[in-house]
């Protein structure tokens, strides 16, 4: 064997030798932080027939979050919500009761399930429950939006968020169709200059975390990065087993 062909099968072993750890190492010191979603349903006796969709990306106390909404009332702002420290849920019907003569759920109903307040979604300035639950010049308006914010969450909240205890909520409804908010459910529990339909929880989702390590596969389904780290490190192993049969049978023939 020619000097030239010694050097590029040598060459050959060794990178594929090296490269045997590197997909175990790759995969073992990935962190992409934690991932949730949630699926956002009407919250019963709303009269709401919209939807929607939310994922919070949480490393520390950083989250990013998307949500996206259809069907609400238009022209309107939405307030949002992380909710935390309730049963982790959202409220079901039951816990309906009698607003100015209409049977239905404002945010103090559903707080035993949802908790109270941990994060204000703004789209801009301060996050905090006390100075921006009701911060409606701040939050998202129409019908159909998509929201995307980082921003810092405290501790409490964050350790709600992984121990799967947070909520999404969407406020404002309209109860009796006539397209905006009104009296129709009397005076905001939250604040009473404000219509109760303004702040009555639209959409609710709890927060849940993604599978780990799961990431697409062949044949539609799913694997995990162990899985992935193995079969690739299988087939390097095929490799520098190749190259280092080329290099023996190279040297018996030199």
Known sequence: MNKKMAT?????????????????????GASHGDELHATLTPVPTSKVTGSGTAEVE??????????????LLANAPHAQHFHIDGKGICPPAS????????LS????DGLPSYGKIGASLTTSGDTGA?????AVERFPMGSSYTYKRTFTVND?????LRAENAVVVVHGIDFN????YDNVLGASDLDPKLPAEATDPALCGPLKMAPTGAVAGGMGGTQG????????????LAAAGGALYLRRRAGRQS
Request: net charge positive.
């Open 8 to 28: 590029s099968v040598a060459a050959l072993a060794a990178i594929a030798s090296g490269m045997v750890l590197a997909p175990i190492a790759v995969a073992d």
């Open 130 to 134: 006390d100075h921006s639950a009701l």
């Open 105 to 108: 759920l404002n945010t103090t």
């Open 156 to 160: 409490d909240t964050a350790r709600s």
């Open 177 to 180: 169709g006539n397209g905006k």
């Open 95 to 102: 816990a309906a009761k009698m607003h100015n003569g209409h």
């Open 225 to 236: 990065t162990d899985a992935m780290a193995l079969s690739g490190a299988g087939g390097l």
């Open 58 to 71: 949480l490393k520390g106390n950083q989250a990013t979050v998307t949500i996206k909404t259809q069907g």
